[in-house]
Structure formats: structure tokens, C-alpha cells
């Protein structure tokens, strides 16, 4: 049985002062070009009702918007408000995974794939070796078991009101070496082009820097 697959937008707002979010506004027509399945498969949310908004523009339909989130919350969206709805999912859902726009879908989940995610009862985080906030939120997965952790980030001290660096804030010291926490080549992170190469039969999404390169991504998966 599959999991719950969400994603979201929400205002780039940083101690009150909001940005637009042009990056994602970008990413999120030409994700969905390129992963037409997501307009079906991603339960979306909408950080408020300009991006409740926004969202509809782009053909999707908007599951729930957060305006009744904490002040706290809207006061630094970014990107505590991806934190706020990931906390909201695990209460209304149990369990669900996050999937960013800027990914490329390689092949549908499937029970393998599910039965990975729900193994060792942890979450899944993309691996980056030195990344700077330990764990990478672009895909991943977690269930009910970590709700008293995610509440209780939002109280951390960390550098900045960063959603990685809270999920990092209550994970065990050691997490980098323990195997149960990351996708290993089931998600792959794709900086560069050189990093191309890395995509495995055994991968489902990779999280890019170029939506671009989704079909040179998908012709190599198929190739291996």
C-alpha cells in the first residue's frame, strides 16, 4: 500500500520580510511537463491564499492552505512552513513522502519501494556527502512514530529557521553512518552533470538542479 505523496509552496518569508518564490514558481510548470503524473499522484498544499492561488493556476488542485498556521510559522516560512505541513500530514495521514518540484520521477514507487520506506520504522533522507545540514528534504519519507520529534524541532536552537537543519536537531549523533536513515541509490541528488552517472536501475526520483536533464536522466536509468 502506497503512502500519501505530498508537496507544496508556500511564500519565501525570512524574519517578515517576504520574497516571492520565483525559483519555484518556474520549477513548478516545468515539473509537471516533465512529470505529468504528479498532477494526479501529489496531494498539494498551499503555505497561503496567494499560493493556494498560484497553485491553481497551474491546473493543480489545492488539498489545504495553512493561513492558520502560528504567526511564528508565517513569520519565517522559509521554510518552516514545509516543516508545519509535513507535521500536519503525519497527524491527518500517518505517514507521507515529500516530493520537492525540482525532481524527476524515473519510475513509479512500488511495493518495494514502500516496504524500503517503512523498514527499521525511520525516515528517509537523500544522502550528500559533507552536506551542510546533515540530511537533504528534497524526497523524503517518515511516519507517526516521528511526530513528538517534529514538534519538538521547532524548538531548536539552530543557525537559521531552515526545515533541514530542525529534522537534523533531533536525529541520533551517529545518523550519517546508520544505513536506515537515506535512500542510498533509491533517490539520488544531482548537482552537475558529472553527477549524471550516478542513476542506477534501482533508483525512482532524482532531486536536480536542472529539470532539463530529465531525459537524459531517464535514458541512462533505462540503459543500465
Known amino acids: 500500500m502506497s503512502a500519501?505523496?505530498?508537496?507544496?509552496?508556500?511564500p519565501?518569508?525570512?524574519?517578515?520580510?517576504?520574497?516571492?518564490?520565483?525559483a519555484?514558481?518556474?520549477?513548478?510548470?516545468?515539473?509537471?511537463?516533465?512529470n505529468p503524473s504528479y498532477r494526479e499522484e501529489l496531494l498539494v498544499l498551499?503555505?497561503?491564499?496567494r499560493s493556494a492561488e498560484l497553485l491553481t493556476?497551474?491546473?493543480?488542485?489545492v488539498h489545504r492552505s495553512f493561513e492558520d498556521a502560528p504567526a511564528a510559522i508565517h513569520r519565517d516560512t522559509a521554510h518552516k512552513m514545509k516543516h508545519w505541513m509535513c507535521c500536519w500530514a503525519l497527524r491527518e495521514l500517518g505517514e507521507f513522502l515529500w516530493v520537492d518540484w525540482d525532481t524527476v520521477l524515473l519510475r513509479p514507487p512500488d511495493e518495494a519501494f514502500w516496504a524500503y520506506c517503512r523498514?527499521?520504522?525511520?525516515?528517509?533522507?537523500?544522502?550528500?556527502?559533507?552536506?551542510w545540514a546533515t540530511v537533504n528534504c528534497g524526497v523524503y519519507y517518515t511516519s507517526e512514530a516521528w511526530l513528538?520529534?517534529?514538534?519538538r524541532s521547532f524548538d531548536a536552537d539552530v543557525s537559521e529557521p531552515n526545515d533541514e537543519l530542525l529534522w537534523a536537531s533531533v536525529l541520533p549523533e551517529d545518523v550519517v553512518e546508520r544505513g536506515e536513515f537515506w535512500w542510498q541509490d533509491r533517490v539520488v541528488q544531482i548537482w552537475g552533470e558529472e553527477d549524471l552517472p550516478t542513476v542506477t536501475t534501482r533508483a525512482y526520483f532524482?532531486?536536480?538542479?536542472?529539470?532539463?536533464?530529465?531525459?537524459?536522466?531517464r535514458d541512462l536509468h533505462r540503459s543500465r
Do not use: C
Not at 24 to 34: N, Y
Open 4 to 10: 500519501p505523496m505530498i508537496a507544496g509552496l508556500y
Open 12 to 22: 519565501y518569508t525570512r524574519d517578515g520580510i517576504t520574497h516571492p518564490p520565483r
Open 24 to 34: 519555484i514558481l518556474e520549477e513548478i510548470p516545468a515539473s509537471l511537463e516533465i
Open 46 to 49: 498551499a503555505g497561503d491564499q
Open 57 to 61: 493556476s497551474f491546473g493543480l488542485r
Open 119 to 131: 523498514s527499521h520504522n525511520t525516515p528517509k533522507f537523500i544522502q550528500i556527502p559533507d552536506y
Open 148 to 151: 513528538p520529534a517534529l514538534e
Open 206 to 217: 532524482a532531486h536536480v538542479k536542472q529539470l532539463d536533464w530529465a531525459d537524459r536522466l
